[in-house]
Structure formats: C-alpha cells, structure tokens
C-alpha cells in the first residue's frame, strides 16, 4: 500500500482521483468539485476516518490508508479487482470492514483476485484457491476441498529439475 498504492504525501482526495483524472475532466481540465464530490461519497461509503479529503494520507492510520487505495479503484469501476495482502499491517476492526466490503463487491457481481500469505484469510475469503511455490503454480483447491494442511502440502511442494533419477 505505502510503495505502490498510495502517494503518502499527498491528500486523499488526490489519491483517490488519481486513476481516474480523465472520467473527472473536462476539456481538458480536472473538475475538482467532481474529485471532491467523489471523494467524499468513498469517505462516506468505506468509512474512511479523516477530517476531510484534503488530509494528508500519511497522517492516516494503515486500515484508513487501505481503504483510500480501494476507493482509488472502485472510483474507476473496474470489474476485476486485485487484492494483494490486504490486510497486512491493519486492525481487527478495519480487517473486518475490509472483508464486508469485498463480500459486497462479489455480490454486486465485481471479480476479485486476493493473494495473501494469511491462510485463515485466504480460507474466509475464497471460492478457489491457487497455491503457488517458488514462482510455480503446484495446485489448485475448491473451497470445498481447502484445508490448511492440504493448502500447506501445495505450498511446500518443491519441483526437482534434472535431477537424476
């Protein structure tokens, strides 16, 4: 989120609209009532705790951040959403948030591709699992069929490369 999702030194609201500048402007100029308006309806709808979209985003706590670059994506409306780690660094209250809010966006008919190293997440949150070792896919789970031992067994599964027989 700090390295690439989010620009610390700047607000929110400038975060927020930042993928999205060519939908919010207008001959050639960036409506900024529009990045406001914007702005302040993810604030309302994520439950982004900050005085107001001109809030610098480093002063903002890591459950608030993560929700800045979700809105950042929602903004631009994109159908398949990647969720790397998404709860790495936040609070048991902003994790939970974080988890309606996907289940939402699954239910609003939104994809989403959640790579996390949280096994107790990945079961929550998933209807398939893909477990990959070393850069390698080495199996794939229905959540029918997912176990943390049988995610763990893919997960350790090392590949010999000619090796003698």
């Known amino acids: 989120r700090k390295r690439y999702g989010l620009v610390l030194g700047l607000s929110v609201t400038d975060n927020t609209v930042m993928a999205s500048y060519k939908k919010l402007s207008k001959t050639g100029f960036v409506d900024r009532r529009g990045c ?5 309806f993810f604030i309302k709808r994520l439950g982004i705790k ?16 993560q929700k800045v670059v979700i809105a950042k994506w ?3 409306d994109m159908d398949i959403l990647i969720f ?16 309606h809010l996907m289940d939402e966006l699954v239910a609003q008919g939104k994809s989403i591709i959640m790579i996390s190293s949280d096994l107790t997440e990945v079961l929550r949150m998933s209807d398939r699992i893909v477990v990959m070792c070393e ?9 029918e069929e997912a176990s943390q031992g049988s995610i763990m067994r893919l997960a350790t599964k090392h590949e010999t490369r000619g090796a003698l027989k």
């Open 36 to 40: 406001d308006e914007k702005t302040n």
């Open 50 to 65: 900050t005085p107001s979209g001109k809030q610098i985003v480093k002063n903002l706590s890591g459950g608030n951040q």
């Open 74 to 76: 929602l903004l631009k």
């Open 84 to 99: 790397d780690e998404p709860t790495r660094g936040i609070d048991v209250g902003a994790r939970a948030e974080i988890y």
């Open 135 to 143: 850069g390698r896919k080495t199996g794939e789970l229905s959540i």
